[in-house]
């Protein structure tokens, strides 16, 4: 039993008890041992259906997403390289320092990674003439003399025309494919798809007839052995389990057969398109020497995007073959308990369907059409509730009965057209015969909450009935989520380089003076007798009073008044005038004439 089928356990444990089993909650370790014991119980069952299609249907979603988480990976790793080369080209400025040659043979080698990583031709950086035929495709749309230009254009543009060159380069590598002249190591998207998508659809329809066949007996016997036992009988409640496993297998093969066959469907409305444009670009190259690209470079887009939607299928492909592969290994995962003379007598003794149980579900009304107006509930034909162009109308409940699974005890029937449909809150519902549709219709409430109780007791139900907002607990993709990602808490460690050991005495004194202080006071204490009573506060203190004078006010008034005179600088030139002898003299006089007030 993997750990997924165990979580879903788990949880079915908690939807039966949610009084005492609380999930996203802490909880006592002996209510998750008693947890703990009641799945490993159910777990260890051998040859136990019920077991069975729970673990059918959590491996095959566990499967289904995990590819599906393959895919996506893939896909972003590829979009994450994408931009950043984007990013890349986009952002590069070219400067005048920099060499002409080696800049734009560095950025064209740039753009050539981009168109062959997006067009996924990785061949192209193993094999040197893929990489020359597709430097070829390029240089033919985008010469390198066109570099100049792209540079002068926004990063918007720019990025357009990245995408646009990666779509064109691939289709004249598909183009040339066609006509024999080039495509090295181009895979054909829709030659492999059709015999494989064929293939897996035959295997799905083969193992579906089967299962179909299956159920025919086990609903025989049923019917049968309903007439001759109790329903709690070990038998009945056998045969039960083993008819859900069953319609669940058959569900999940119905399930992938649809997807192949949309994809069928798909692929060739894309194959026809794909044609139609290598065919209109022959018409209109043909054997001219030169086109004019307005007319062909939107053909030669439309081809390559189209042979990038066509592979992406191929690859959805590949995850619906695993997925079926997974669904395989549960073809016959317990022992059938009908026999061959179980079914000959079943079928020789009765003809038709399992009879109801009286004392299961809401007790009739005397008169339900009445009950059924109060109730808001009407009732159609199949043919009434089809919408537009639907051949068969949206019934809930997965399309079974909700009155068969309360009535007879949990066990599934589809429902037919014979029985009509009811349409209440907003929904329709199918029956195996009017009985059902008239007892639904008058209590359509009590029903479906008799239907929750089953799907608590029979949790393996919950995918069939299509139940998932009613339990979301239960549902298999988050379980699957859950198991996948990692268990991770929020914590936080501090470790110090060096450890210090720290023994600290918070009474040590190391004065000696304050010991003897603290000595003498506890000696002095025990001196002490107490003649009053004392608070707490008024230990070791006594009230006293202190007067203080403060200093007489005096007060002080000066008025000084003060100037200041600079020390005045003459210069006196002498022997300007005179006798022919005398020389001239310069004289440097400071006249410190004192302050105003010293005059």
């Known amino acids: 039993v993997s750990n997924t089928v165990l979580a879903f356990l788990i949880r079915a444990v908690a939807v039966e008890e949610p009084a005492k089993y609380k999930l996203y909650t802490t909880q006592p370790s002996s ?27 959590v491996e095959v979603e566990r499967e289904y997403i995990d590819q599906g988480k393959t895919l996506q990976q893939e896909s972003t790793e590829k979009d994450d390289r994408a931009n950043s080369l984007e990013f890349e080209i986009t952002s590069t400025r070219h400067r005048a320092e920099m060499d002409d040659s080696e800049f734009f043979t560095s950025l064209y080698r740039k753009i050539f990674t981009y168109v062959a990583s997006c067009a996924g031709i990785e061949a192209a950086f193993q094999s040197q003439e893929v990489e020359a035929e597709t430097m070829a495709a390029l240089e033919s749309v985008f010469p390198k003399h066109g570099l100049r230009r792209f540079l002068s254009l ?9 995408k646009e060159l990666t779509n ?6 598909v183009f040339n494919h066609s006509i024999g002249k080039g495509g090295l190591a181009l895979e054909d998207p829709t030659g492999p798809f059709q015999s494989q998508a064929n293939r897996l659809g035959l295997e799905l329809q083969t193992m579906a007839q ?29 045969l039960r389990d083993e008819h859900n496993n069953r319609l669940a297998y058959l569900d999940l093969a119905h399930f992938l057969l649809e997807q192949v066959e949309k994809g069928i469907s798909t692929v060739a409305s894309l194959a026809e398109q794909y044609e139609d444009e290598k065919a209109a670009m022959q018409d209109t190259v043909g054997n001219k020497q030169s086109v004019p690209k307005e007319k062909v470079y939107p053909k030669l887009e439309a081809i390559g995007t189209l042979h990038g939607l066509l592979m992406q299928e191929r690859r959805m492909l590949v995850v619906l073959r695993r997925v079926a592969d997974v669904l395989a290994q549960y073809k016959s995962t317990f022992t059938p308990t009908i026999t061959a003379k179980d079914l000959h007598e079943a079928q020789s003794n009765f003809k038709g369907t399992p009879p109801l149980l009286s004392d299961v579900g809401p007790a009739p009304h005397l008169n339900p059409k009445e009950a059924a107006e109060v109730q808001n509930a009407e009732r159609l034909t199949w043919e009434e509730a089809c919408v537009g162009e639907e051949s068969l109308p949206q019934l809930r409940c997965g399309g079974f009965s909700s009155v068969s699974a309360v009535k007879r005890n949990g066990l599934l029937l589809r429902a037919v057209p014979e029985g009509g449909c009811v349409r209440w809150n907003g929904g329709l519902y199918g029956f195996v015969d009017a009985n059902e549709a008239e007892a639904f219709a008058a209590n359509p409430k009590e029903y479906m909450s008799c239907l929750d109780t089953v799907v608590v007791r029979m949790p393996e139900l919950v995918r069939l009935l299509r139940l998932e907002e009613s339990f979301p607990t239960l549902r298999m993709a988050d379980i699957v989520e859950v198991v ?5 808490c929020d914590f936080g460690t501090q470790t110090p380089v060096h450890f210090i050991e720290k023994n600290i005495d918070r009474n040590y004194e190391w004065n000696e003076w304050a010991l003897r202080r603290r000595v003498l006071a506890l000696t002095n204490l025990r001196q002490k007798r107490t003649h009053s ?16 004078w403060l200093p007489k006010t005096s007060t002080t008034q000066t008025a000084v008044q003060k100037g200041t005179s600079m020390p005045q600088k003459k210069m006196y030139i002498q022997g300007l005038r005179g006798a022919p002898g005398v020389r001239m003299n310069v004289v440097n006089v400071d006249m410190d004439l004192g302050q105003p007030h010293e005059f």
Do not use: F, W
Request: hydrophobic fraction near 35%.
């Open 210 to 238: 089967e299962v179909q066949a299956d159920l025919d007996k086990y609903e025989t016997v049923i019917s049968y052995k309903s007439t001759l036992l109790r329903p709690s009988e070990d038998l009945l409640l056998r």
């Open 154 to 162: 926004g990063r918007e543009d720019k990025a357009a025309q990245l």
């Open 484 to 488: 996948a990602s990692p268990v991770t």
């Open 168 to 173: 064109i380069v691939q289709g004249i590598r």
């Open 31 to 57: 209510l998750l041992t008693q947890v703990a014991q009641v799945c490993v119980d159910r777990a260890v069952v051998d040859n136990a259906p019920s077991l069975d299609t729970i673990s059918m249907e």
């Open 533 to 548: 009573q004392q608070t707490e506060l008024s230990h070791y203190r006594r009230e006293q009073q202190t007067q203080v």
